[in-house]
Antibody, heavy 120, light 107 residues
């Protein structure tokens, strides 16, 4: 059974750096064809794709956030870390990580999500 | 970037109805379209991957179709548990964009 869980701060001040950890079980990110994606959802709004890290350490980022995002993996600890610099109240959202299968062409399951609020 | 335009944004239907939700991509996405269901306060759940492949455990009343830039999720024989918000996603080109969602409500 594959599970993922996001962890990190719930409240940040503007300009701070957000660091979220996705801890997973049931698969290894050394397995060819797999990935872990990050997606966020502002309250009451649609899903927004942030980025993805593949088993071979290749990465993809949303162009609109690329300058602020970094995704890394620690395969020994079964963790993927999302770092977002210089946060703003518009970054307030529930952040999800998700298991990417089929060459990371579809995402299932997802973590439960973690709500991050950015406020002065 | 590829934009996914989903319609309608909301839809009212009754138990037992058949409904369809459409996503139009701004460029061809070669069938790399996924469909997710999200219930309030919960993470999205994958229903259909790569245009028409039914995710394991998902009821067969859900189906996907399409080609080129136009894709459709169809739900037949609506059940009470199907009332939720649905999202399409393209994974043909990064960034793997989502549609704006369709909220399916009980009439």
């Amino acid at each position: 059974q594959i599970t993922l869980k996001e962890s990190g701060p719930t409240l940040l001040r503007p300009t701070q750096t957000l660091t979220l950890t996705c801890t997973f079980s049931g698969f290894s990110l050394t397995t060819s064809g797999l990935g872990v994606g990050w997606i966020r959802q502002p309250p009451g709004k649609a899903l927004e794709w942030l980025g993805l890290i593949y088993w071979d350490d290749d990465k993809r980022y949303s162009p609109s956030l690329k300058s602020r995002l970094t995704i890394t993996k620690d395969t020994s600890r079964n963790q993927v870390v999302l770092t977002m610099t210089n946060v703003d109240p518009e970054d307030t959202a529930t952040y999800y990580c998700a298991h990417g299968a089929g060459g990371a062409n579809w995402f299932e399951p997802w973590g439960q999500g973690t709500l991050v609020t950015v406020s002065a | 970037d590829i934009q996914m335009t989903q319609s309608p944004s909301s839809l009212s239907a009754s138990v037992g109805d058949r409904v369809s939700i459409t996503c139009r991509a701004s460029h061809t996405v070669s069938n790399y379209v996924n469909w997710y269901q999200q219930k309030p306060g919960k993470a999205p759940k994958l229903l259909i991957y790569v245009e028409s492949n039914l995710q394991s455990g998902v009821p067969s009343r859900f189906s996907g179709s399409g080609s080129g830039t136009l894709y459709t999720l169809t739900i037949t024989d609506l059940r009470p548990e199907d009332f939720a918000t649905y999202y399409c996603q393209q994974t043909y080109n990064s960034p793997y964009s989502f549609g704006q969602g369709t909220k399916l409500e009980i009439k």
